[in-house]
């Protein structure tokens, strides 16, 4: 019995990594570097067949993969750049490579409990800010040369142009 119930979770398994290569889809329309200017800050994002990274300021913040589905985009962030979270808390703790999510966490909780921050309030902020930041859909209209985000929780538009290239 015990075989079977393997041989069953093992077919289950296949049938959901299957279905989810097989049906995954991308709007081959994204591919390219989009850009959303505001009060001089740029975003950037980077797609490529179902891989994203991000930029700001010419700073690399989080990489990726996004799927598109009835017009909604699921980004699924893997990893965040190190240059990024120094820029962001002003010191140079981390190395200018990629950490995946669990290797920011790892690093991320002493420097915080180090600069006198409980250990509740570092985990509240990592469970809010770094694994909840894992996983955005945003609804997305492409009209030529223009892709607009919008934020379902909010309502937010971000419009972004496609730069040449």
């Given at each position: 019995?015990?075989?079977?119930?393997?041989?069953?979770?093992?077919?289950?398994?296949?049938?959901?990594?299957?279905?989810?290569?097989?049906?995954?889809?991308?709007?081959?329309?994204?591919?390219?570097?989009?850009?959303?200017?505001?009060?001089?800050?740029?975003?950037?994002?980077?797609?490529?067949?179902?891989?994203?990274?991000?930029?700001?300021?010419?700073?690399?913040?989080?990489?990726?993969?996004?799927?598109?589905?009835?017009?909604?985009?699921?980004?699924?962030?893997?990893?965040?750049?190190?240059?990024?979270?120094?820029?962001?808390f002003e010191f140079s703790?981390?190395?200018?490579?990629?950490?995946?999510?669990?290797?920011?966490?790892?690093?991320?909780?002493?420097?915080?409990?180090?600069?006198?921050i409980p250990r509740e309030?570092?985990d509240e902020f990592i469970?809010?800010?770094?694994?909840?930041?894992?996983?955005?859909?945003?609804?997305?209209?492409?009209?030529?040369?223009?892709?607009?985000?919008?934020?379902?929780?909010?309502?937010?538009?971000?419009?972004?142009?496609?730069?040449?290239?």
């Amino acid at each position: 019995m015990y075989y079977n119930i393997k041989k069953l979770l093992i077919l289950i398994l296949f049938v959901l990594i299957f279905s989810t290569v097989i049906f995954a889809q991308t709007d081959n329309r994204l591919n390219g570097t989009w850009v959303f200017i505001q009060e001089g800050i740029e975003l950037e994002f980077v797609f490529r067949n179902g891989s994203y990274d991000s930029v700001i300021d010419g700073t690399p913040v989080e990489r990726g993969m996004y799927t598109t589905r009835d017009s909604i985009l699921t980004l699924n962030s893997t990893h965040s750049h190190g240059n990024f979270y120094n820029e962001m808390f002003e010191f140079s703790r981390f190395e200018s490579r990629w950490y995946s999510t669990n290797e920011l966490t790892q690093a991320l909780t002493p420097i915080f409990i180090e600069m006198g921050i409980p250990r509740e309030l570092v985990d509240e902020f990592i469970k809010e800010v770094i694994s909840e930041s894992e996983s955005q859909s945003f609804s997305y209209t492409i009209d030529v040369n223009t892709l607009i985000l919008t934020n379902p929780s909010d309502r937010t538009m971000l419009v972004f142009t496609k730069r040449p290239g």
